[in-house]
């Protein structure tokens, strides 16, 4: 078995710039880059030191000396990347949201299934040091039993058609967009997924959606809230009760500490793990474990986000294009 992967960049954006800083601070080089705009595609080789460019984008799916493929474009071009990927054997890291529905998730999982290969969404909260470690802590039962959760995320984004925010045709909204985010902190620390979903929404101008309620249980009784916007910061801040206290985590999603407040006595301890720099490179790394070793990347917490957010957009009529 191989122990050094290639990996191979799509998009040149802002996350695929992490990404390469990510390998940077690893002492490692991407092998490939492939863009839609090449002249981008040269540019980000010649900053990151790549030694390999795609004339078209076509090219990075059939190149045998690819083992692992990073997409990083906007929401709706995925599944069509992944279907090329999957299909010649590529291991795949994909941004979020993964896919636009159920239906192209479970096709894609049928791919990866099938050329026996490692499909993943890049959701860094479950590879966060911190999360992990939480998880422990929750589960020595000092905490006792989960009841609530409350998990807010805001941003300000301007209603600017240049970019996939608000825009319909790039698959725009608060929910592919953050909500995603949120519902994958709920799925971590909740025991099953929610069964009983709730929600209000406020459209944009552009008809996708601005701004969310969402209220969620699962069958153990454990419930969830959720607030989303995109047109309004919010604190970065999530917070997870249990009988006999509770947890605020700080800087989410890419957190590195978090509070407990045990409600008995009053007594409060910090948590510290990893670090909010060095997200994606727990990502890679947990990416390549499951490559090479067989880790889990939590591709059944993928599923259960992406059925919650189907239930949310069905319940709002809210289609995209692809999907009329
Ligand atoms: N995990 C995270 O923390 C995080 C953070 C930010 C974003 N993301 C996700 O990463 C993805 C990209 O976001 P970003 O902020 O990096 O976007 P961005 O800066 O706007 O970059 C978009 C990239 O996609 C390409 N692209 C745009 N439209 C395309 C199309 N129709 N077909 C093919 N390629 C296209 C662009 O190519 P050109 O150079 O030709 O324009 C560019 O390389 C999204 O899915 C987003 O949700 C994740």
Not at 13 to 42: M, P
Not at 43 to 67: H, L
Not at 123 to 144: A, D, F, Q, V
Not at 304 to 316: G, N, S
């Amino acid at each position: 078995m191989k122990e050094s992967l290639n990996w191979a960049i799509l998009g040149t954006g802002v996350i695929a710039n992490e990404l390469a800083q990510a390998f940077q601070a690893d002492e490692r080089t991407l092998y490939s880059v492939a863009n839609r705009t090449y002249d981008k595609a040269v540019r980000f080789a010649e900053k990151y030191q790549i030694d390999k460019v795609y004339d078209s984008i076509e090219d990075v799916f059939t190149d045998p000396a690819v083992d692992v493929i990073y997409i990083s474009t906007p929401h709706n071009t995925h599944i069509d990347y992944l279907r090329k990927a999957l299909k010649n054997g590529k291991h795949v890291l994909c941004e979020k949201s993964i896919t636009l529905n159920v239906e192209e998730l479970s096709e894609a999982i049928e791919l990866a299934e099938q050329h026996r290969v490692v499909l993943a969404e890049a959701m860094t909260i479950y590879h966060m040091p911190l999360y992990r470690n939480l998880s422990r802590i929750i589960e020595s039962g000092k905490l006792g039993q989960l009841k609530m959760i409350q998990m807010n995320f805001g941003s300000y984004k301007e209603y600017d058609m240049n970019n996939r925010f608000f825009n319909p045709n790039l698959a725009g909204g608060a929910l592919l967009d953050i909500g995603v985010y949120a519902l994958s902190f709920v799925r971590w620390f909740m025991t099953s997924t929610p069964t009983q979903i709730d929600s209000q929404v406020k459209m944009a101008p552009s008809g996708v959606d601005e701004q969310v309620g969402i209220l969620l249980t699962n069958n153990e009784g454990e419930m969830a809230t959720v607030t989303l916007s995109l047109h309004a910061k919010q604190p970065k801040r999530g917070m997870i009760a249990f009988d006999k206290g509770y947890i605020e985590i700080y800087d989410y999603p890419r957190g590195e500490r978090a509070v407990i407040t045990y409600t008995e006595d009053g007594r409060q301890e910090t948590v510290e793990n990893g670090s909010t720099r060095s997200a994606l490179q727990y990502e890679v790394k947990d990416m390549e474990n499951a490559i090479l070793n067989g880790e889990t990347m939590y591709l059944d917490y993928t599923k259960d986000v992406m059925a919650i957010m189907a239930r949310l957009r069905e319940a709002w009529g809210l289609k995209y294009p692809e999907e009329k």
